[in-house]
């Protein structure tokens, strides 16, 4: 693994290495979209790190550990339900099918976390007892393991207002999904958060909540998209420790971004206005628990691609004829 100094020698690098001359290009937060012939797309992933609904800074290597972490599980669930990717031309990139992404964020939860006001332990602690059609009882405790995980759908930025709480119910009766699409998504879910389990489990972590999104191919097929049980898409605890801090009322050891957002928690920064500094350290902290999380569930050696996105990654493209 990089030393530290490496790794903060890495962050301007970092900010901007996805600059590719081709064509179709989409900005989002932490990944870059490129249309290619056939109906596919070149997504990019990149180093920005989003909390709070904002780009905050720049991890060294996340973007290559989110790209291979969710492409090695895309295998490992294709049973369960097929997915969008095609190819990985390159450490930071995949080809991918092109899909209609559905409107709605499928959110399983096995704990009662969290510190945002979409989160159960949030509203929990508000003195919600009816939460997304859930009906908790009185006395539970801040990261106590639910008797079964649970989803709670939101809808995806720029429908009716980003992550509106939904009710599973609520998805049919808005008219955001289909019944018969629904279930199915549903059961797909609940499926891959176990396997998601289990892998963490022997891998010494607990997968505690997570986020999937699904898609309709043109063909009509339900696929499985965007990136699944990564750092930045999952929460995850140290199994060893877990049980001794929550009988303490301590927070768990996170290796996910909850560990960067709940730095500016204690801060008092909700995501409202200016951000406050933070010790720089903290990036290159966040950038370890990435490449770790990626090792301990992969049991697979990080390797570090070039920076910026490697030069053949066009020749890449040319070769598998998508350009």
Same mark, same amino acid.
Request: aromatic share 10%.
């Given at each position: ?18 600059? +590719? ?6 900005? =989002? ?6 249309? %290619? ?50 190819? +990985? ?68 930025? =720029?429908?009716?207002? &980003?992550?509106?709480? %939904? ?9 955001? #999904? ?14 891959? *958060? ?20 699904? =898609? ?7 696929? %499985? ?10 929460? *995850? ?5 877990? +049980? @001794? &801090? *929550? ?23 909700? =995501? ?8 720089? @350290? ?13 090792? %301990? #569930? ?24 998508? +350009?």
């Amino acid at each position: 693994m990089l030393t530290k100094e490496e790794l903060v020698n890495l962050q301007p690098i970092a900010f901007e290495k996805t600059t +590719l001359s081709l064509p179709g290009k989409q900005h =989002g937060k932490v990944r870059d979209w490129y249309q %290619l012939p056939e109906q596919k797309r070149l997504i990019v992933t990149t180093d920005r790190l989003s909390a709070f609904d904002r780009n905050l800074a720049v991890v060294p290597y996340k973007g290559q550990v989110l790209n291979q972490l969710a492409a090695w599980w895309f295998e490992k669930t294709a049973d369960v339900l097929p997915n969008h990717i095609l190819s +990985l031309p390159d450490p930071n990139a995949a080809i991918v099918q092109e899909v209609q992404p559905f409107p709605i964020e499928v959110i399983v939860r096995g704990y009662i976390t969290g510190v945002t006001s979409t989160a159960l332990w949030y509203r929990y602690a508000l003195g919600e007892r009816q939460i997304y059609g859930y009906q908790f009882e009185d006395g539970l405790n801040k990261n106590q393991k639910l008797e079964f995980p649970i989803i709670t759908p939101t809808t995806k930025g =720029g429908v009716t207002g &980003h992550d509106e709480r %939904l009710t599973c119910s609520e998805v049919v009766e808005h008219g955001y #999904l289909e019944e018969d699409v629904w279930k199915k998504i549903q059961k797909a879910a609940l499926e891959i *958060f176990q396997r998601g389990q289990e892998v963490a489990l022997s891998a010494g972590l607990i997968l505690v909540d997570t986020k999937y999104e699904f =898609g309709l191919t043109p063909a009509g097929e339900i696929v %499985l998209i965007d990136e699944v049980h990564t750092p930045d898409s999952s929460r *995850f605890w140290k199994a060893d420790s877990y +049980l @001794d &801090h *929550f009988i303490k009322g301590e927070e768990p050891e996170n290796f996910d971004k909850e560990f960067i957002r709940r730095a500016y928690a204690d801060l008092g920064y909700r =995501g409202e206005g200016q951000p406050p500094q933070v010790d720089p @350290d903290l990036w290159i902290q966040a950038s370890q628990r990435y490449v770790q999380i990626y090792e %301990l #569930l992969t049991g697979l050696q990080f390797m570090p691609g070039d920076y910026p996105v490697q030069p053949r990654l066009i020749e890449n493209l040319r070769k598998a004829g998508c +350009l």
